[in-house]
């Protein structure tokens, strides 16, 4: 019997609830595969997958966990725009901000509710900037009540959750927090004279409702356009900062000491007169704390060199790594555009193709020095030891992302396999896992699940 990506071996005669781990079932049933094909004849015909030992892997595609008859809501007809809109905002993944906090406060006492969330509907994501009662800061789309309600215009009520077709089999529903009463006002925003919905203020709570009033929906309203007004509030404040003093005149020989602090140009030498050529088309950006200087999907164009502050690199939400003085980012696009120009690609083209790779958040006040691909592009070819250097550097940053990216993605696999009954292999060994690590992994949490219950 399978169940949770492994296999009962009350079959093979060990006692029941004992679980074999994959590498073993792996031993097992090529085994009992050779005795099958030793007494059979096949006559030519292939071999029809196993499913029951094999679990689907999604021909590639991920393979989500949701109940079969669970359906995602849809994507809005502007769904491009929209998320646009959102990024526009510059509000994604920022850290929590006593404003927005406050207002989940006030939204609990009104309504007395288990849980309050100010929520924004990425495109594979919902994400909290302020949340009470719950455990997580973003979910996945495909399982958001929110991804429901920025399909409508107005505040979309469920009062009893289970009773609803569209969200009866959904594993926010089923499973903790139990959500069965909802009720979400939507979040606006303008850009370039249309209006989008972005997200919602919305409260949850996991006992049932069998009214909530006009009144009711008024103050949900009103709270909503409070988060409103502070993310207006805070897209008028500065991205940019003044400069320092040694910046604003010139600072030609300022920029070539960074520019000689900075690995790109250290880890092989690079003569003055290519420093100074550079050094000459660098533009000097100041960008706050808490403000991005790129973020994903966005043109790959330019890169920039760091002279003071720390970002972080952030991917679907995770933080990749910390970024510092001497190091530099947006290398990759840098390099791809080269080559795609060098290689006979048109200038559009490239520039359509070469898009960022994920989000760039600057932790505290960062000067930077930007470099576009323009003035980089007659530069670069003089300068062989900076292109080695760069591409050296942007090999290894996509190897980190790779392995953390994995780590990430074992963590929710040994998250999972903490849970009976929620673990599907199949994505794991889509990320790249080896059969014995991640059979290791589960089989230790499974041992730790049934010390608990013991």
Request: aromatic share 8%; with cysteine.
């Amino acid at each position: 019997t399978t169940v949770a990506g492994f296999v009962g071996t009350e079959t093979f005669g060990s006692r029941r609830g004992d679980v074999m781990p994959w590498s073993q079932l792996e031993k097992l049933r090529a085994k009992t595969v050779k005795a099958e094909e030793e007494e059979m004849d096949h006559n030519g015909m292939p071999e029809e997958e196993d499913l029951e030992y094999n679990l689907w892997q999604g021909d590639e595609t991920e393979v989500k966990p949701w109940h079969p008859l669970h359906a995602p809501a849809p994507f809005p007809e502007n769904e491009d725009e929209r998320v646009e809109a959102l990024l526009a905002e510059s509000i994604l993944d920022t850290p929590a901000e006593p404003e927005f906090d406050a207002l989940t406060q006030i939204g609990r006492r009104t309504f007395g509710v288990e849980i309050v969330a100010i929520s924004f509907v990425d495109h594979d994501r919902q994400w909290c900037k302020a949340k009470i009662g719950l455990d997580n800061e973003e979910i996945d789309r495909d399982i958001s009540i929110c991804a429901h309600a920025i399909l409508q215009n107005e505040p979309l009520v469920i009062l009893d959750a289970t009773q609803d077709p569209r969200f009866m089999y959904n594993e926010v529903v089923t499973r903790p927090p139990f959500v069965r009463f909802y009720a979400g006002a939507q979040l606006v925003v303008s850009r370039k004279g249309k209006q989008y919905v972005v997200g919602t203020y919305c409260v949850m709570d996991s006992n049932p409702r069998e009214i909530f009033g006009e009144l009711e929906v008024d103050m949900l309203k009103t709270l909503a356009t409070m988060v409103m007004s502070k993310m207006e509030t805070r897209q008028r404040l500065p991205a940019h900062g003044p400069l320092s003093s040694q910046w604003q005149d010139g600072g030609l020989e300022q920029r070539m000491i960074t520019l000689k602090l900075c690995t790109a140009f250290t880890a092989r030498q690079v003569d003055d007169t290519c420093i100074r050529k550079f050094a000459e088309k660098l533009r000097p950006r100041v960008f706050q704390a808490g403000h991005y200087v790129t973020r994903r999907g966005m043109p790959g164009d330019p890169m920039y060199l760091i002279a003071s502050g720390k970002l972080a690199c952030i991917l679907n939400g995770q933080q990749l790594e910390v970024l510092g003085k001497g190091q530099c980012f947006g290398e990759v696009s840098l390099i791809n555009l080269c080559k795609m120009r060098s290689s006979g690609v048109s200038d559009e083209e490239a520039r359509k193709r070469c898009l960022r790779g994920a989000d760039i958040l600057a932790l505290e006040r960062c000067e930077l020095l930007e470099l576009s691909f323009d003035d980089a592009w007659p530069l670069i070819r003089i300068a062989p030891n900076l292109w080695f250097t760069l591409e050296d550097m942007a090999k290894g940053r996509a190897h980190r992302i790779k392995l953390k990216n994995q780590g990430m993605q074992l963590s929710r696999c040994q998250s999972a396999a903490s849970r009976p009954g929620s673990f599907n292999l199949g994505s794991a060994f889509a990320a790249g896992f080896s059969e014995t690590a991640l059979a290791a992994s589960v089989d230790k949490c499974l041992g730790k699940h049934r010390d608990k219950q013991s």
